[in-house]
């Protein structure tokens, strides 16, 4: 069955600190690929996306994200983190012919400590 | 630009009851998806509407069901409530539906509203 996984459920780190979150899909074919942004109290907001093109794509408040084709893999970063970046983090897929049909990953909760 | 737009934003219902929510896409997106988030199962697709007519349909039972008007605004119905239909109902819109006749370059991307959570008690 078609899925995406989040490695993930939870995280904590202090500011300054990396942030990787890992996102792995099981579509075999084309994929258009998101990660989006629940902060607390707010609505999904994009974060960034990957249609095609250079595997690495820059989106919004410093995250990037990395698409390794060969391992099924969307997996988002951040050099620096701050306290504001307290969030939950969904890794998005659509493989069919639908702009409106995205398969979610379970999200990652971040919490950031001051 | 106004975001998307749902109401109402809270409602409590009982057991047995339907429910109608109401979504209003941003000016020129013509596709609607509907998506519950539970705790427990996370971001689940419940269907598409596009120029009136529902284009994809998710895992859920017939007691879920929607609409588009030709104004592009979109109504979910869930009839006869259970408990496990509590959750945040989302709405998302984007100016088409078809991938292929998608701008590729563009944001042709979903965008979500605040979500009208609903409690079944």
């Known amino acids: 069955a078609q899925s995406v996984s989040q490695h993930n459920h939870h995280v904590i780190l202090s500011e300054a600190a990396s942030l990787e979150l890992g996102c792995n899909y099981s579509?075999?074919?084309?994929?258009?690929l998101f990660w989006y942004v629940q902060y607390p109290g707010q609505h999904l907001q994009l974060l960034l996306k990957y249609f095609s093109g250079d595997p690495l794509v820059k989106g919004i408040k410093g995250f990037e994200a990395e698409f390794i084709k060969s391992k099924f893999s969307f997996n988002l970063r951040k050099p620096s983190v701050q306290w504001s970046d307290t969030a939950e983090y969904f890794c998005a897929v659509n493989a069919g012919d639908s702009w409106g049909k995205l398969q979610f990953g379970a999200g990652t909760q971040v919490v950031v400590t001051p | 630009k106004a975001g998307v737009t749902q109401t109402p934003r809270y409602l409590i219902k009982t057991r047995g009851q339907q429910v109608t929510l109401s979504c209003s896409p941003i000016s020129g997106h013509r596709s609607v998806s509907w998506y519950q988030q539970t705790p427990g199962q996370g971001l689940q697709f419940l269907f598409e509407?596009?120029?009136?007519?529902?284009?994809n349909k998710g895992n859920f039972p017939g007691r879920f069901s929607g609409r588009q008007f030709s104004n592009s605004r979109s109504e979910m119905n869930v009839s006869t409530l259970e408990l496990g239909d509590s959750a945040l109902y989302l709405c998302?819109?984007?100016?088409?539906?078809?991938?292929?006749?998608?701008?590729?370059?563009?944001?042709?991307?979903?965008?979500f509203g605040a979500g009208s959570r609903l409690t079944v008690l």
């Open positions: 998302a819109s984007s100016r088409k539906t078809q991938v292929s006749s998608g701008s590729v370059a563009g944001a042709n991307v979903l965008t």
């Open positions: 579509y075999g074919g084309t994929v258009n």
């Open positions: 509407y596009f120029s009136e007519t529902q284009r």
